[in-house]
């Protein structure tokens, strides 16, 4: 009974890969084996998906429409929408209706992600819940950051691990620079190209003024 169940589930949720016509609706008496029913009936047995996809048994292509195109895939319609897309510049653009707004895209989730940052609209916000903060973000990753950077909250700290110093940073860059500056360790010295001049800086920006 639930392999029975399993199988109109089948074609409930597949409807555009099988293009064999669904078994008969499920009598009471079916779902006894067919020899207790009639010895001499030979029992009907739907395809699954991946019996179609391996065997090319009622499988239902997808063929390209342009002119002499002889594309066909076997798989989701995504793939020929891709075919045109590529080959014939074939797009379906869907574009944003707010005012005096020009953004388009080519896939549906990346308009509306377009519509949740910029205008705002489906938003599920992430508010801060830190006492008399009014931060609130769009994503959850940005509360995050925002929680980290602001109040300090999940923050994996880089410490400097030179004898005696105290400092340390939310980023490994950062401890990088300051070792350069104050311990000059791993310092990249930039130095002037003239004869004689002994001059050097840690900031190329400084060189440029000098000279």
Not at 91 to 118: D, F, G, M
Request: aromatic content about 10%; charged content about 20%; glycine content about 6%.
């Amino acid at each position: 009974m639930h392999k029975q169940r399993l199988t109109l589930m089948t074609y409930q949720i597949f409807p555009s890969l099988i293009s064999c016509p669904p078994p008969p609706p499920t009598h009471p008496k079916s779902l006894f084996p067919p020899s207790k029913l009639n010895p001499n009936s030979t029992p009907t047995k739907p395809l699954l998906p991946t019996k179609i996809q391996l065997h090319k048994v009622c499988q239902r292509f997808h063929t390209c429409s342009q002119g002499s195109c002889q594309y066909k895939t076997k798989y989701i319609a995504a793939n020929l929408k891709k075919h045109l897309e590529s080959v014939h510049s074939i797009i379906e653009w869907y574009t944003c209706i707010q005012p005096n707004c020009s953004y388009k895209a080519k896939v549906i989730r990346s308009l509306k992600r377009h519509q949740q940052l910029v205008h705002a609209i489906g938003v599920q916000w992430y508010p801060c819940l830190e006492g008399g903060c009014l931060y609130r973000a769009k994503e959850a990753s940005k509360l995050k950051q925002h929680k980290r950077d602001i109040h300090n909250i999940d923050v994996k700290w880089y410490p400097c691990n030179q004898p005696g110093c105290g400092y340390r940073a939310k980023q490994s860059g950062s401890v990088k620079t300051h070792k350069a500056y104050v311990h000059l360790i791993g310092t990249r010295w930039h130095r002037c190209g003239f004869e004689g001049c002994g001059y050097r800086t840690k900031k190329f920006g400084n060189l440029k003024r000098y000279g």
